[in-house]
């Protein structure tokens, strides 16, 4: 009877040991489960009823992220016009103002000759009535081989460029690539009555580049649906521009567009769109696309309704945490 109590007392003790071993296990395990299971903060991140995103954020919040805003105010940039430019071999018009130079050297020969032989002839010494007649014709033929000339380089280039100052000077500079020339041409929809002075080149990045005087009209086009087109030169930073280069030009012209400026500062990039926060409530933050098509010196003129505050400081803090709000953790 005694060593069968024993053994219950054994068997109970056993028993007893595994349960507080499961226990402790099972306590383990979900200390470990806890443990192990993502922190999610509370999403500020919301949609209106229109889809727009919305962003929560209070006093404090603002405040660590440094969000400053201000009210937009009006502004006005120049109206511009986008047209097609490529950058001109201009070792075309070298060999043509090369041909001009040699052609007035001939003539200046010519009527040395012409001239020699006539004093020759007036004194009775060794010249001809007939070599005067030759000399005195090979000066006219001179004299049409310039002309010739001249009315190739105003055909192919156009009075702005034929009709410069310094031909072989600005041939040079051209060989130097210290000068650029480039032709400018507008859409068929597009005219400008007066064509302004100078243009701004820029890569199709939309990256300046720079400022080219406009000489005059071209005298011809690259492409049969293109409108006006124009002659530019350019001298400073002519070196960044490589002969056959395809570039995009905005003209003035001469008309103002008015808008709100929206400060650089609190436009932001994304997804290949610009962006600015609109406050909307003191705690509330709307995202609202920005065109970038009309740069003015404080930021980009827009058009529509903006006056509500912006974000002006802050905005790319805005966005990091807007698109962090975005992201559905996994497990």
Known sequence: MKKTLILVALVISAVAGLVFAYLEM????DLEASAEAPVIAPSRVERGTDGATILKLDAETQKRLGLQTAVPVAGSVANELTATARVLDGSSFVSAVNELRAAHAALDAARADHERKQKLFANGRNASASAVEQAAALVTQQTLVIESAHQRLFATWGRGVAGHDDLPALAQRLLQREAALVRVELLATDTLEIPPATLRLLRQSGEAIATA??????????STVAGQSFLCLVTINASSLVPGSALLARLG??????GTVLPRG???RHAGLGWAYVQTAADTFTRRIVPLDRAHPDGWLVSGEWSQPVLISGAQSLLSEELKGSIQMKD
């Open 213 to 222: 005087n406009v000489l005059g009209p071209a005298t011809a086009t690259d």
């Open 266 to 268: 609190a436009v932001v």
């Open 253 to 258: 012209t001469g008309v103002s567009e008015k």
């Open 26 to 29: 099972r306590k383990e395990r």
